[in-house]
């Protein structure tokens, strides 16, 4: 018997409807061992007895929709910054390898809402007190309180005990005070850092500052930030520079923190500083959020700068004074030299936390808090700040009478390029932001300079008349 072409076609096809219906069988038989499973362990572990064994555990509160755990050892409550495994170590050991992603997911969530567990705004963080090692300190009488989770309450814990009596006198302190001698030349800088210090360990916004250590490189300015940063927790610690902030995802960063450090800061024009102003001053901002519903919060973290120079601002006229008027500045004028650089000096520090803290916050009670949160700057930290406000022709003017030869000979003559590499190396030694060379160029034009291109050792270039470089 012969199959026609179209009777050989007809018996695949029905193969193929045949196997395609095996496996719709057989994915259906999966599905229901699947659900029966689930049903299983539904009815095994269901989610109000999973939610009821870690509430039961005293250890989560939530604070603006962010998950906190107490710590028992300092009687404080740290930020959970992984909520899915923190919260999965917390379930029972009989529940935990079978809960599903999904109920972990709708526990946490739970518990972020949940108002019987929220951290208590009127006793917590309150700027009279800050949060120790060895208990509260309640700054205008430098007095000492037992820790009470029914008086206070606390995000954070400064990473030293308050000393006195014998034990301040006792403890140590030789490589702090060392460090002093040798980063500072006068006893007004040492007690500004003082000063700074411990305002910086506190709750106090009041001061409305924000803090900038300048001076050279390698004069210790690296060294106080890791040293902040071990004192006050690393994890209440920000990095971001004042260019960053002004991003749109970035502010939100600050919410939670204590202490924002930049140790990238350059004499770029600050982009925004009616923002940074702001930050400061503990006003209103709102903060955006990557894929998320951003928020208005009042900042309470304070900036620490570190440069070798003060940056430009770049706004208005009320905003640049306004923020110039909250700089605090910490002159580093000494240089150390390589072979004097102590490699250990921050482990060393560290090792006497109780002594910083301790003499700092006295400094910063007697000498800033008594003095209606202001501080006492040194001359040589008001000239850096006043330097800030030169104009750029101001600094080029400067630059000629100091560097230069000036005059109305058109015999003088020096290349633009030579001025300008030498104004860049005057503006890094006397603490002046530098300017572009079109900057410069304009200064030196409004000054009554000549432009012209001319040849002079043996290089044909732009250059200007009727001046030229002091002989060294």
Request: aromatic share 12%.
């Amino acid at each position: 018997m012969r199959w026609c072409r179209f009777e050989v076609e007809k018996i695949i096809l029905l193969q193929k409807t045949n196997e395609m219906l095996f496996y719709i069988y057989l994915n259906h038989q999966i599905r229901k061992v699947v659900i029966a499973l689930k049903n299983e362990y539904s009815k095994n572990v269901k989610f109000p007895e999973v939610y009821r064994a870690i509430k039961s555990t005293r250890q989560i509160k939530n604070l603006d929709g962010v998950l906190y755990r107490f710590n028992e050892q300092y009687s404080y409550f740290e930020r959970i910054d992984n909520p899915a495994y923190e919260i999965n170590n917390l379930i029972p050991i009989e529940y935990r390898d079978i809960v599903s992603p999904s109920t972990l997911d709708l526990v946490i969530r739970k518990l972020k809402l949940d108002e019987t567990l929220g951290l208590d705004k009127k006793i917590l963080n309150q700027e009279d007190y800050v949060n120790l090692k060895n208990g509260v300190l309640f700054v205008p009488e430098l007095k000492l309180l037992e820790k009470d989770q029914d008086k206070f309450q606390f995000t954070y814990m400064i990473n030293a005990n308050y000393l006195e009596g014998e034990a301040l006198e006792s403890s140590k302190k030789e490589n702090f005070n060392k460090f002093l001698r040798t980063s500072f030349a006068t006893e007004g800088q040492k007690k500004l850092l003082l000063q700074v210090i411990g305002y910086l360990c506190t709750e106090y916004t009041q001061a409305r500052i924000g803090v900038f250590l300048i001076g050279k490189t390698s004069g210790g300015k690296s060294v106080v930030c890791k040293m902040l940063e071990n004192l006050i927790g690393i994890n209440n610690v920000s990095s971001l520079n004042l260019h960053e902030i002004s991003e749109k995802f970035n502010i939100a960063k600050l919410k939670y923190a204590k202490i924002n450090i930049s140790t990238e800061l350059n004499a770029k024009p600050i982009p925004n500083s009616g923002l940074i102003k702001a930050l400061i001053s503990n006003d209103c901002v709102y903060g955006a959020v990557k894929f998320e519903e951003g928020s208005f919060f009042k900042s309470r973290c304070k900036l620490l700068q570190v440069s070798n120079v003060l940056p430009e601002l770049k706004g208005d006229s009320d905003s640049e004074g306004a923020f110039r008027d909250r700089m605090v500045v910490v002159n580093f004028p000494c240089k150390i030299d390589s072979k004097d650089r102590d490699r250990d000096l921050v482990k060393k520090l560290i090792n006497e936390l109780d002594y910083i803290f301790t003499a700092s916050i006295i400094s910063f009670k007697q000498e800033v808090y008594e003095n209606n949160f202001i501080f006492d700057m040194p001359q040589d930290s008001i000239n850096i700040v006043n330097e800030c406000c030169i104009s750029t022709k101001d600094k080029v003017e400067a630059f000629i009478n100091d560097e230069c030869v000036a005059s109305k000979d058109k015999n003088l003559k020096e290349h633009s390029y030579i001025l300008f590499s030498a104004f860049i190396d005057y503006c890094k030694q006397n603490f002046y932001t530098s300017c572009t060379q079109n900057e410069f160029t304009n200064a030196m034009l409004e000054l009554g300079f000549e432009k012209r291109k001319f040849r002079k050792s043996d290089k044909n270039r732009i250059g200007f008349l009727g001046i030229k470089l002091n002989e060294k």
